[in-house]
């Protein structure tokens, strides 16, 4: 009795488990670290007949939250474009990288909170003062990119974009700085490998 038992719980739990809901995928399968730091591009052309869930953006946006930051104060903020009407009017306010983003079903304002990083009793601990939270912002966003390559996604970072239009659009508070917008979607062409400086000129060994 206690056999049939157990072999009646496993037939059950399988049942349930077939009837749940997929998994949001967290990366593609067999792909290394290695190849997600190569493989990732700043990605300009778009392939608009591919969509990316609210689910999907949840995941990579939790994981981003793994980012190291100053005192682990986690000043970096996200406000994400999904509908076509939040999109379209976000696309309207990235200057001429407008036209690259086309087809990107997922734009995101990247900000930061001042006062948080590099600063101890409100006062700044040394003279970069609120450079800590754009470098914070900065490593959240890296590892944003990142885990969006592993998902099988591509991004743009942008620098080009309207901040008070952003700002009035998304009612991002005074005390956050818009750093960038982020694109989000799936390459419609494979982009040309970009050269790098000599290693040597950026490193330096005593």
């Not at 190849?35 to 007949?49: N, P």
């Not at 800590?132 to 912002?137: F, K, P, R, V």
């Not at 966003?141 to 659009?169: H, Q």
Request: aromatic letters at 10%; one cysteine or more; a negative charge.
């Amino acid at each position: 009795m206690k056999t049939i038992n157990i072999f009646a719980f496993l037939t059950l739990s399988l049942l349930l488990f077939s009837c749940a809901e997929p998994q949001v995928k967290e990366s593609q399968e067999g792909v290394s670290f290695d190849e997600v730091v190569k493989t990732r591009r700043s990605i300009r052309a778009y392939d608009s007949t591919k969509t990316i869930s609210e689910q999907e953006v949840q995941q990579l946006l939790k994981t981003t939250q793994e980012a190291p930051s100053w005192a682990n104060n986690q000043p970096s903020k996200y406000y994400v474009a999904m509908s076509p009407e939040k999109v379209s009017a976000v696309q309207n306010l990235v200057g001429g990288n407008k036209d690259r983003i086309i087809g990107a079903p997922v734009l995101i304002v990247s900000t930061f909170e001042r006062g948080k990083s590099g600063f101890f009793q409100d006062q700044p601990t040394n003279e970069v003062g609120e450079g800590w939270g754009a470098y914070d912002n900065g490593l959240s966003n890296a590892y944003m990119v990142l885990v969006a390559r592993a998902m099988g996604f591509d991004t743009l970072i942008m620098g080009m974009r309207d901040a008070d239009g952003l700002r009035s659009l998304f009612n991002i508070p005074e005390n956050e700085t818009i750093m960038a917008v982020i694109a989000l979607g799936y390459r419609s062409a494979e982009p040309k490998q970009p050269t790098h400086r000599d290693f040597n000129e950026v490193v330096k060994f005593f």
